[in-house]
């Protein structure tokens, strides 16, 4: 019998080859699979803990994500604005718990959604009857002074009355939620919009949860995601991976339990 040339075995041997991105895949937890990501101050989603460490419910979300990969995670503070950016840059691989956009698809791939949230406005203890506004569009036709953080995405309803400068005499810019409730409180803003979770939460720390209300009005109810960087060199199956994960801790109950961990 004649001998197969080695250019015929290697052309055999490509056809029953694995793809390319299995074994890097199936091997990553062994000290391949490596992934930095970005965080910001956000609780109780995201924030430091007593031991110095990350914690919070997103951080907890992708902490069990990638122990079940397996695969190790470097976390990086930064400034809301400078952590997406930094992600946008390819220097970071990673941000969870961002809003969906069409300006965010132009630089960055979504996982699956990894919760759900709302966004909510926020008054003074007893003011809600004094505003009865059923939209932003409602109060934007109104004197409202309304504290908004720059660059925050709210609602389409928001970004749409923002960009046709409906909302241009109502919007105090604020530098963060303390710095919101600080002006509610001293009544230079009459609310300003914000996670329900995180201004509760927020609030409950500074001691002044009997000082708010949450207005009635419908804002927004969205998914949060975590965004990956389409120039961070990041492995494709490593997000694959991920949100097969993110789908099993959902389907198992333990998205659920580790959101309930932080109250309702």
């Known amino acids: 019998m004649k001998t197969p040339s ?33 965080w910001a101050e956000m609780p109780p989603y995201q924030t430091l803990g007593g031991d110095g460490k990350p914690t919070g419910i997103d951080i ?32 970071a691989d990673a941000i969870v718990g961002v809003a969906r956009t069409a300006e965010r698809e132009a630089f960055g791939i979504f996982s699956q959604p990894i919760r759900e949230g ?19 569009t409602e109060l ?27 909302l241009a005499d109502n919007i105090v810019t604020v530098q963060n939620g303390e710095s919101a409730m600080a002006m509610l409180l001293r009544d230079r803003i009459d609310g300003f919009l914000d996670g329900y979770r995180i201004a509760i939460n927020r609030a409950e720390q500074m001691g002044m ?3 708010i ?16 960087s389409r120039t961070s060199g990041i492995n494709p199956a490593t997000i694959t991976r991920f949100n097969a994960v993110m789908l099993g ?4 109950g333990t998205t659920n ?4 961990n932080y109250g309702s």
């Open 209 to 211: 949860r009997g000082d």
């Open 213 to 228: 209300d949450v207005h009635p009005m419908f804002v927004n109810e969205q998914k949060a995601f975590t965004l990956f």
């Open 60 to 91: 907890e979300l992708v902490a069990e994500a990638a122990r079940r990969m397996p695969c190790t995670i470097d976390w990086e503070l930064a400034p809301r604005a400078r952590a997406v950016l930094l992600v946008q840059e390819g220097k």
């Open 249 to 252: 801790m959902q389907t198992d």
């Open 140 to 166: 934007s036709a109104s004197g409202f002074r309304l504290g908004v953080t720059s660059g925050t995405k709210y609602s389409q309803e928001f970004e749409n009355l923002s960009r046709g400068g409906a």
């Open 118 to 136: 709302r966004n909510v406005l926020i008054v003074r203890k007893g003011d809600a009857k004094s505003f009865p506004y059923n939209s932003l």
């Open 6 to 38: 080695p250019a015929l075995l290697a052309a055999i041997a490509a056809l029953f080859a694995l793809p390319a991105w299995l074994p890097a895949a199936a091997g990553e937890g062994a000290g391949g699979c490596h992934m930095q990501f970005v």
């Open 257 to 260: 339990r580790i959101i309930s």
